[in-house]
Each structure stands twice: as structure tokens, then as C-alpha cells.
């Protein structure tokens, strides 16, 4: 043993520093999967959207250049598509990101019986949004549905709620707030949880209202975890596709459709696929800031 | 200060209400009869409880089948996350920099920030080029491929608790590398490989674009059934229900075991705890 220990504590800071340089290797495996089931698709995606791949024809498959992406810009379904994405984007980061905070600010004050509202609270974003969809498409029916039952007992006219635009993409937007605000709650809360109890007290002793408090210490202080939030709903919106293929599916006609529905249905549905791939590089390059600032934004919370 | 504690409890209570609620409807209609779904004012709860809908969902044609593949789907994908993402994450919580450690965190959140369909649609023709349409393995490849990530940072956060002083000790004894994570770290590390197992088989039990894709009537799964309900002309809210809450159920059981881990592993990738 005490021979032992003389021998390797002369080499240890030798093979300390062999040692943890393999670690690195580490990630190989992980290298080589998403190589094989992201980065190949994605870079074949590219491709495939400078051909002209009809699911429904058996010809072959020839070289077309830009024609896909000229089409896609020129048609009007692209534009009205991403002017809904837009609304449903701009529309629910204004419901979802006061309520989240207003919540987590609730949470915050460490009520008794805190613990358990959270866990309540953090339910609907754990679940099957397809389950979801079906149960609130359920409750917004316009014979049976709960909702207008309610709305007739204050003496509400029923709403045929999925059946034109405004109500839907509404419907869309309190299934989609239903669950993703526990996110925002939550997230707001580990940035509430993180604020040094002391600037309260000083805050406190100096006089400063609540609504003071919040506006001037708070709010500040949480704001770059608002931005990541943002961001992740962002990308979140541009992705929406569980719910509102249950809801809606983008009806009627396509006055719900998102440009990621719209996607979906020009591959599978008219069985375009290189024109449905080339939307997709359009709809990467507009996730393409949000993943710069992401990255950008992740490193300094971290 | 009292006014504002009652506001923050009616709050508080109404926002769980709310949550609350929907998941309480589907369960209630999911055990009414057709008699009490189909009326108003809506019964919540008086009507007699039956298990018709769920007897005609279990004797569904391939009900059995396609639930087993959601648990294959979801177990498979999720072993899979363990393993890659245990030994990428402790390389990642061990040592802040080396090469190739920006362009692999670069792909993570590409596959994050990417919609799924962008992906799906050179996944698809790739997959049924190499017959590999409506196969369970591709889908467990894929499921795993789009998790990996999550999987990583929820591990990194976990790996990085573990202090270094235990791995020093152990190299002064002369072990590996790889020797001393198995033997040393993913046992300390157990309950965050337990946590990050349920989150990853979350994601993977809710998936329904990728199957929907990729899945025919071979690996098709769960959510894919659920939604299949609401393209048949009669909507039948009943066994619909039904569906839903044998889809959803599993998910509340297990929030109730992990609460211990929820914050961290909802906000990971995020926020760092």
C-alpha cells in the first residue's frame, strides 16, 4: 500500500491531465446520433427542396432549382399562413407572459399550501396536448359544449366557437395558454426565487410601494429571463401543431392554419414534398434569429 | 398585507380550478353514460359512473396493440436518451470546454428551435427509401434523436451537483475513466437518471407529430388513436374520453411521483436551478 501510494501520486498529475481529456469522447455517440437523425435529414431536406418530389407521381425526380421557393413566396397561402402564425404568436405572448407572472408572484409569496397549488398549477403542461385538444374541442362545442353552457347562463347567445376565424384562433389561444402558462410561471418563479431577499428589505425601508417594488426592482431583474421565455414561445408558436390539429385543423378553410400546418398539409396532404421541404428551409431561416439569440441569451442566465 | 394574501389565495384557486377542470371533464364523460354526455345542463356528478366506454375502447380493433407500442416507443427512445445522453452530459458538466463542444450544443438547439416538420419531411422520404416506414425501431430512433438534447441538460444539471473531490479520490486509485463513471458517478447520479427517464418518457409518450408521420397501422400509437376519434363523422365524446384519459392518466400518476423533480426538469435548458 505504501509503496503504492508513492508510485501513482508521482504519475497522478501526469494521467490527471490524460485523464480527463478522453472525457471529451464522451459525446461521440451522441455526435454520431444526432449526425445520423437530424443532420442528414436536415441537410437532405435542403436538397430535396431544389427537386421536384410529388408523393403522388412515380416519375422520377429531376433538379428544379429555386422554382419550389419561388412558388412558395408567390403564394398567397404562404403569407396569409405566416400572418396567422403572427396573431396566434403575438396574441398569446400577451395573455400567457402577465398571467404567468402575476402567478408566479402568487407562488412567490411562500402562502401556506404554496407547495401544493404549484403542483396543480404545473399539470396541464404535462399533458398529451392531443388529449388536451380533445377535451377542450369537447368543451367548445356548440350544442354540448360546457363553455356555452355557461355563457347561456349569463344569458350569452351560443358561440359557434371552432366555426369562424376570430373565435377560433380565440379558442386556439386559451387551449394553447392553458398549457404553456405554468412554463412561464414556472420559469418566472426560479427568477423570482433567485432575487436577493435583502434588496426588498432595502427597498422596503426606504418606502417604495409595492406596485414600486415591482416595477422598479422586480421587473427589471427578471427581464432576462422574460426575454428567454419570449423565445421559447416564439419558436414554441412557429412548432404549434398537436392542439391545433385537433381543434381546427387549421379550418375552416385554412383561416387557422399556422405556416407549420401549412407545411404539414403541403407535404402530406397535396403530397408536395419539395415544396413542403423548401417551406420548411423558409420556416428554419425565421427560427433562425430566435436560435441566435437563444444561444446568446442561455450563456448569460447560465 | 391581509388584503393582498386573500387575493393571492383566490387567485391561486381559481387558476387551479381552471386547471383542474378540463381533466375532471374528460374523466367524468368518460364514464357517463350516452344519455348523461348528451344533455344539458351538464351533469358533473349526478349520473350513475359506467365503464361502457372504456369496454368498447379496450375492444377496439388493435386497442392492446397500439398501446403496447406507445410504452415500446417510449421505453426504447428513452433508454436510449439515458445512455448517449449520461456519457455526453458528464462530459459536458466535466469539462467546460473542448473541441467540438460549440457546434454540438449549436445542434441541440437547432434540434429544440426547429419545428418538428421541418425535420420529418426529409425524415420521411429517407425512412420509406430504406423501407422503414411504420417501423418501431425508426420511430424510437427518431423520438430519441428529437429528446437527446432535452435529456442532456437535464443530466448536465444533475451531474454537475456531484462534487469532483469523489472523482479525484478514485483516479488516485488508478481507475478509468469510464470505469469510474459507471462505478462512481451513475450511481450518485441515480435519482437525476431516474428524473431525466420520466421527463424523456413524457415527451415520448405525448409525441403525436412524429408518429402521425411516420407510424401506419404497424407502430402506431396512442396519441395517434386519440386523434384518430375526431376525423370519424360521428363524434362519439364518449369513448373519445375514454381514450384521452387512458392517455392522460398514466401522466398525473407519474407527476405525483416525480414532484421532487419537477421544477428543474420543466425549466431545464432554460434556466440553470
Redesign the interface.
Known amino acids: 500500500m505504501v509503496t503504492k501510494l508513492s508510485g501513482p501520486r508521482a504519475t497522478s498529475k501526469r494521467s490527471k491531465g490524460k485523464n480527463l481529456r478522453p472525457v471529451a469522447h464522451f459525446t461521440v455517440p451522441t455526435w454520431i446520433f444526432l449526425f445520423l437523425t437530424i443532420l442528414i435529414p436536415f441537410i437532405y431536406g435542403i436538397y430535396i427542396s431544389f427537386l421536384n418530389i410529388n408523393l403522388a407521381s412515380f416519375l422520377p425526380a429531376s433538379f428544379i432549382g429555386f422554382d419550389n421557393y419561388l412558388n412558395v413566396l408567390r403564394a398567397p397561402e404562404t403569407w396569409s399562413t405566416f400572418q396567422i402564425t403572427l396573431v396566434i404568436t403575438v396574441f398569446g405572448l400577451l395573455v400567457q407572459i402577465p398571467l404567468g407572472i402575476i402567478l408566479a408572484l402568487a407562488l412567490h409569496e411562500n402562502l401556506r399550501g404554496t407547495k401544493i397549488f404549484r403542483s396543480i398549477l404545473i399539470t396541464p403542461m404535462l399533458l398529451t396536448p392531443v388529449a388536451v385538444g380533445l377535451t377542450y374541442r369537447f368543451m367548445f362545442d356548440t350544442d354540448l359544449g360546457v363553455l356555452n353552457w355557461m355563457l347561456g347562463l349569463l344569458n350569452i347567445e351560443k358561440v359557434n366557437w371552432l366555426g369562424s376565424q376570430t373565435s377560433a384562433l380565440f379558442a386556439i389561444i386559451i387551449v394553447d395558454s392553458w398549457q404553456s402558462i405554468p412554463f412561464v410561471m414556472l420559469l418566472v418563479l426560479a427568477a423570482l426565487t433567485a432575487i436577493s431577499p435583502s434588496l426588498y428589505e432595502a427597498a422596503r425601508v426606504d418606502g417604495a410601494s409595492s406596485s414600486q417594488i415591482f416595477r422598479n426592482l422586480t421587473l427589471p431583474l427578471i427581464t432576462p429571463t422574460l426575454l428567454v421565455i419570449t423565445m421559447i414561445k416564439i419558436m414554441d408558436f412557429l412548432k404549434l401543431f398537436d392542439t391545433l390539429f385537433i381543434l381546427t385543423r387549421g379550418g375552416p378553410g385554412n383561416a387557422t392554419t399556422t405556416l407549420g400546418l401549412w407545411t404539414y398539409k403541403t407535404g402530406f396532404i397535396f403530397l408536395e414534398l419539395s415544396r413542403a421541404a423548401a417551406l420548411g428551409v423558409i420556416v428554419a431561416i425565421i427560427s433562425l434569429p430566435v436560435y441566435f439569440l437563444w444561444r446568446k441569451a442561455s450563456k448569460g442566465v447560465r | 398585507m391581509k388584503v393582498?394574501?386573500t387575493f393571492?389565495?383566490l387567485?391561486?384557486?381559481s387558476?387551479?380550478f381552471?386547471?383542474?377542470f378540463?381533466?375532471f371533464?374528460?374523466i367524468s364523460?368518460s364514464i357517463k353514460d350516452r344519455v348523461d354526455?348528451?344533455t344539458?345542463?351538464?351533469k358533473f356528478f349526478n349520473f350513475s359512473p359506467t365503464f361502457k366506454n372504456y369496454h368498447s375502447l379496450f375492444s377496439m380493433d388493435k386497442f392492446w396493440e397500439i398501446y403496447w407500442n406507445s410504452i415500446l416507443i417510449t421505453f426504447g427512445s428513452t433508454l436510449?436518451c439515458l445512455?448517449?445522453?449520461s456519457?455526453?452530459a458528464?462530459?459536458?458538466a466535466?469539462?467546460p470546454k473542448?473541441?467540438?463542444?460549440g457546434p454540438?450544443?449549436?445542434?441541440?438547439?437547432?434540434?429544440?428551435?426547429?419545428?418538428?416538420?421541418?425535420?420529418l419531411?426529409?425524415?420521411?422520404?429517407?425512412s420509406s427509401y430504406f423501407g422503414l416506414y411504420d417501423s418501431k425501431i425508426a420511430l424510437i430512433?427518431?423520438y430519441?434523436?428529437?429528446n437527446?438534447?432535452f435529456a442532456?441538460w437535464l443530466l448536465m444539471s444533475f451531474f454537475e451537483q456531484i462534487p469532483i473531490e469523489i472523482e479525484e479520490s478514485a483516479?488516485?486509485?488508478?481507475a478509468?475513466?469510464f470505469r469510474m463513471?459507471t462505478k462512481i458517478i451513475l450511481p450518485i447520479a441515480a435519482p437525476g437518471l431516474v428524473a431525466t427517464g420520466i421527463f424523456v418518457s413524457?415527451l415520448s409518450?405525448?409525441e403525436?407529430?412524429i408518429p402521425?408521420?411516420m407510424a401506419g397501422e404497424n407502430a402506431k400509437t396512442?396519441?395517434v388513436l386519440?386523434?384518430s376519434?375526431?376525423s370519424n363523422r360521428t363524434l362519439d365524446?364518449g369513448p373519445?374520453?375514454a381514450?384521452?384519459?387512458v392517455?392522460?392518466v398514466p401522466?398525473?400518476l407519474l407527476?405525483v411521483v416525480i414532484?421532487r423533480w419537477?421544477?428543474a426538469g420543466?425549466?431545464s435548458?432554460?434556466?440553470?436551478?
Open positions: 393582498r394574501t393571492s389565495y387567485l391561486l384557486a387558476a387551479s381552471l386547471s383542474l378540463p381533466l371533464w374528460t364523460t354526455t348528451y344539458l345542463p351538464p436510449i445512455v448517449l445522453g456519457l455526453a458528464y462530459a459536458f466535466r469539462k473542448f473541441r467540438g463542444r454540438l450544443e449549436g445542434l441541440m438547439i437547432a434540434v429544440r428551435a426547429l419545428p418538428g416538420i421541418v425535420l419531411l426529409p425524415i420521411y422520404k429517407l430512433l427518431i430519441a434523436g428529437f437527446l438534447p442532456i483516479r488516485v486509485d488508478g478509468s475513466n463513471f413524457l409518450w405525448n403525436f407529430l402521425v408521420i396512442l396519441p386519440v386523434a376519434f375526431i365524446w373519445m374520453a381514450a384521452a384519459t392517455a392522460l401522466i398525473v407527476t414532484q419537477l421544477v420543466l425549466s435548458g432554460a434556466v440553470k436551478e
